[in-house]
């Protein structure tokens, strides 16, 4: 059975987002692009992700249907592939959390992330989903000052010694089975899902976006993806920011 997308392999490029960004215009069908080695790795509002050289980075390519409005949602759909994943190859299938809104944590130390970047031509809209995972590497803690929790590897974390590469595999499996779950369940059931695996659901937190910060309750999500936090002065929802949690030693990051 022929597959419905395509898969590019590299020895080295400065990031598999902006490797897919050259790849649009000539789009026919959904594309991962993964690479052994990632030089210029970057996550949310700019930010550097370290990129060691056994560790995993790979970017999908697609071209989504739904409005433009409800591709954020797309990062929890991407979550649920990628704790999958982990789980898969590893004996801690209840110890990886989802932290909102694209982190996975392992023993409250962050080892994986998710980049969404959504671009337009001709009118149409391409979805970037970029991934990364610390599978044996993580950065010397004074390479990433702003943080919201130590880095941690899975290597270091469980012993697992995981092929980036057959990690790859793994990933699209589940990123196929979660797009199934969202096209015929909606994103109502990719929200329950999500929120089985939430990272300190009903604790503590403060929240920043840009210099406003809010302290309350992490309640979850709700239908559009939005982060629910109860505060003194009644609920209030973010669609982006920072979230950090009260036992959290960091500042900034991600």
């Not at 990364?132 to 697992?160: C, M, W």
């Not at 990719?190 to 604790?203: P, S, T």
Request: proline content about 4%.
């Amino acid at each position: 059975m022929e597959r419905n997308y395509e898969i590019l392999s590299f020895d080295r490029l400065e990031s598999t987002n902006s490797e897919a960004i050259r790849h649009i215009s000539g789009f026919t069908k959904p594309i991962w692009i993964w690479t052994k080695t990632q030089t210029r790795g970057r996550g949310r509002s700019g930010r550097n992700w370290h990129s060691g050289s056994k560790n995993f980075f790979a970017t999908y390519l697609q071209k989504p249907n739904e409005p433009l409005q409800d591709i954020p949602l797309r990062s929890f759909l991407a979550g649920l592939a990628l704790h999958e994943t982990l789980c898969a190859f590893t004996e801690f299938k209840h110890d990886f959390y989802l932290k909102w809104p694209n982190d996975v944590i392992l023993s409250r130390k962050k080892v994986a992330g998710i980049l969404l970047e959504n671009n337009r031509l001709s009118d149409e809209n391409y979805l970037i989903t970029g991934f990364g995972v610390n599978l044996h590497e993580v950065p010397a803690l004074e390479d990433v000052p702003e943080r919201k929790y130590d880095p941690g590897s899975i290597a270091q974390l469980t012993g697992f010694d995981i092929s980036s590469r057959e990690f790859l595999d793994r990933l699209i499996q589940k990123v196929n089975k979660y797009e199934e779950v969202y096209h015929s369940d909606g994103f109502w059931r990719i929200r329950e899902l999500w929120l089985e695996r939430a990272f300190d659901l009903g604790k503590g937190i403060f929240f920043r976006h840009g210099k406003i910060e809010t302290r309350g309750i992490f309640e979850g999500i709700d239908h559009n993806g939005r982060a629910i936090v109860v505060t003194p002065d009644g609920i209030r929802y973010f669609s982006a920011g920072d979230m950090f949690f009260e036992d959290s030693k960091d500042v900034v990051g991600n």
